[in-house]
């Protein structure tokens, strides 16, 4: 089933005669592939084609395993050699190639725990495991919703996104309480069992409606997920920043990072020996000042008074500097030192 399509179910599908499992709908193979082989024992045998639909879980206890046993792709291991080259501009045309095609994540971590690779490569594979597990897409339903008073009871729905499936087969008023099996009581667990599916998936929903005699009655219906991208969620919303999903995704990435990165190197620095500070008399005002009293003692100035007013000016900022709560304790000690010079210059010229 194209992701993206909707299908409009029934509003109620009686609990006695759920929609069976043949009928409902299939992933694209690929993205499933890619993505349920994280969690799947026995993919390498299965084959991708194989990999049933689900949801994504990012299970670090696939770091434990031996991938050694993994087909590697001819064209991504040339391009994980191309990584080594000593060419950066084909290094870095060897990663824009990687990170715009989707290589499966546990074959880049096969590749990852092979013992002969650099540093380089092992970074620039990092940033693609990176790319590929965080732009894995997310399901939605389209639906706005609280957790129900009582607790347990389950998520309420108080609304829905235009165009989005839910809209089609749900109810405002409807309670969530079951998700694939998977009970749903706060709207956190909702939110992690549709977004660690992918887009296009048909999901079983356990709902309880109430009726038209106020009578409250369990309901399984079948929706298509819709994805993320369809909210119009920026990354910087707050609660995309909180989302369990990516979250999780994030903890996936760092463990990666923190088995295969590049071993931490420890090299002991020998102490630095503050560089001695300049004597006070190569201050520029100093050196200025000095200047100017030198001409007027050859005479070429007839009448200094007006270098005298600006000399009183000059030492009349200094001594502001000299008390300014901006600088540092060492900084104002050092402008009063020039202070008390800048006075004893003029004072020896009498």
Known sequence: MPIGRRVRSP?????????????RGVVPRLVVGVVCALATIA???????????GAVQFDTSILD?????IRIDPEFATLVEQLGSESAAARSEAQAALLSRRVPVFELLAVLQRPDLDVEQRQRLLRVVDDQVRSI???????????AREAGEGVVISGFVTGMPAEDVLQIGDRIVVIEGQPTPTSVELISAVQSRLPGEVLRLEIVRRGDDGVERKQIVDLVIGSVEQLGQSPDDPFARSNPVLAQRAKFIAEIGRR???????VELEPRTAAPAPPIE??????????????????????????????QRRLARLRQSAVDPRLGAAERAVMREVVERFEGMLRERG
């Open 65 to 69: 395993r031996d991938l050694g046993a």
């Open 137 to 147: 897409p997310r399901g939605a339903l389209g639906i706005r919703m609280e957790t």
């Open 282 to 311: 190569s201050h520029p005002e100093l050196l200025r000042l000095r200047r100017y009293l030198e001409i007027v003692d050859s005479g070429a100035v007839s009448d200094p008074t007006a270098l005298e007013i600006l000399w």
């Open 260 to 266: 295969y990165g590049p071993s931490r190197v420890e």
């Open 43 to 53: 993919v390498e045998a299965r084959g991708l084609a194989q990999v049933p639909p």
């Open 11 to 23: 509003r109620s599908t009686p609990t006695s005669t759920p929609t069976p499992p043949s009928a």
